[in-house]
């Protein structure tokens, strides 16, 4: 039988290594402190799920979308959690559309990665404290511009 790179399938086709549940057990949650990391993240947005659509509750993966449909008639994302192989991250979308909520303390500043997601490897407190403020700030926001609509009637 020949060796078969394990990027490669049967047919020598390349193929996706990492899926997100293997990612997920070679990252920060592979261990019990990472899985609290993932869990207390989670929190700050899953205080706003009521209001909007869960599209992803996983291992590894939160997401949530608005009711309200975007321009190309999809549902507009509001944010997520996700755990990467060295950090897990929350990313709020109104950061994106509304830079001027971005008040926050240099600590949390530090911890920003590009204009709307924050990375994180360990467990901190107080700036999850203060992320969650923000994640209000920016849901009420766009509760303001119409962004987030009421949940439609079944």
């Known amino acids: ?36 990391l993932f869990v207390s993240l ?14 992803s509750d996983q291992p590894g993966e939160y997401s949530l979308d608005t009711y309200t449909a975007g321009p190309g008639g999809k549902p507009l994302f509001f944010g997520s959690v996700r755990v990467g192989r060295t950090h897990t991250s929350l990313h709020l979308q109104p950061l994106q559309t509304d830079p001027d909520l971005l008040e926050i303390s ?4 530090k911890r920003l990665q590009g204009t709307s997601s924050f990375a994180f490897q360990t467990i901190e407190p107080t700036l999850f404290a203060e ?19 009421a949940r439609p009637a079944p």
């Open 131 to 149: 992320l969650d403020a923000l994640t209000t700030r920016c849901f009420e926001a766009w509760q303001k511009s119409g962004k987030i609509g």
């Open 1 to 36: 039988m020949a060796y078969v790179s394990p990027r490669l399938n049967a047919r020598g086709e390349k193929t996706r290594e990492r899926t997100r549940a293997a990612a997920s057990a070679r990252s920060s949650t592979g261990s019990a402190a990472g899985a609290l």
């Open 106 to 109: 240099i600590h949390l500043r």
């Open 42 to 55: 989670r929190k700050v947005l899953l205080r706003h799920a009521p209001a909007l659509v869960v599209t």
